[in-house]
């Protein structure tokens, strides 16, 4: 991990902490040193920032690597429906390919 990345991250952040771009930015980062904090601004952008297609893949990913089944498939759920809307088609079927491997992994458990 970058520190300087990390701090001009933070610095963004905080001069405006509305981004979608930044909070996603440090929710990436911070999966590499810090998993709850980057459960908190994936979390910030799922709650205020739900059409940011960007987010779904990896917080359901994320959500799933830490064995919150349930909220792992929510987010897959709310991901599909908000690509669909958005008809960011690329981003619907990457999602959608995450999500049927999620169903058959959880399937064999």
């Given at each position: 991990m970058n520190n300087s990345r990390l701090e001009l991250l933070l610095q963004y952040y905080?001069?405006?902490p509305d981004d979608p771009f930044t909070i996603y930015a440090l929710a990436t980062e911070y999966l590499k040193i810090d998993?709850?904090?980057s459960v908190n601004y994936f979390s910030i952008?799922?709650?205020n920032h739900e059409g940011y297609?960007?987010?779904y893949y990896h917080a359901a990913n994320l959500f799933y690597k830490l064995g919150q089944l349930e909220k792992a498939e929510e987010v897959y759920k709310k991901g599909l429906?908000?690509?669909l809307k958005a008809r960011d088609m690329k981003a619907n079927?990457?999602?959608r390919s995450a999500y049927n491997q999620f169903l058959d992994e959880i399937s064999e458990d």
């Open positions: 905080k001069e405006d998993v709850q904090k952008l799922l709650e297609t960007g987010t429906e908000i690509t079927q990457e999602l």
